[in-house]
């Protein structure tokens, strides 16, 4: 069974920092982009950050350019995100998804999707 487990989520100060990992399991992680979405409380999802397959090109949303970082290692099927310079709006429950090509286009259309993990939550408050 394809499955996406997330962990690293938790309670930060503002201005801390978080990495969030993504482990996958059923299929070969390597041949999928990736994606983190995030969800708060009476909100939609929010498109935060893609990653090609090879890992070679990324995109950001607008308001975690420059403070969060999407990374992967394929060797150990996983998917990271480095959240530094946390902010209360960034909390949220963050998600990690599989896009359903090596190469994402409109990475922002939860239609191109296919597999998501269960979510964990992020708390940004002093």
């Known amino acids: 069974d394809v499955q996406l487990v997330e962990s690293g989520g938790g309670l930060v100060q503002p201005g801390g920092s978080l990495r969030l990992s993504c482990a996958a399991s059923g299929f070969t992680l390597s041949i999928y982009a990736m994606t983190w979405v995030r969800q708060a409380p009476g909100k939609g999802l929010d498109w935060v950050s893609v990653i090609n397959s090879a890992g070679s090109r990324t995109s950001y949303a607008d308001s975690v350019k420059g403070r969060f970082t999407i990374s992967r290692d394929n060797a150990k099927n996983t998917l990271y995100l480095q959240m530094n310079s946390l902010k209360p709006e960034d909390t949220a429950v963050y998600y990690c998804?599989?896009?359903?090509?090596?190469?994402?286009?409109?990475?922002?259309?939860?239609?191109?999707?296919?597999?998501w993990g269960q979510g964990t939550q992020v708390t940004v408050s002093s």
């Open positions: 998804a599989r896009y359903k090509a090596p190469w994402y286009g409109r990475w922002y259309d939860r239609n191109n999707y296919d597999a």
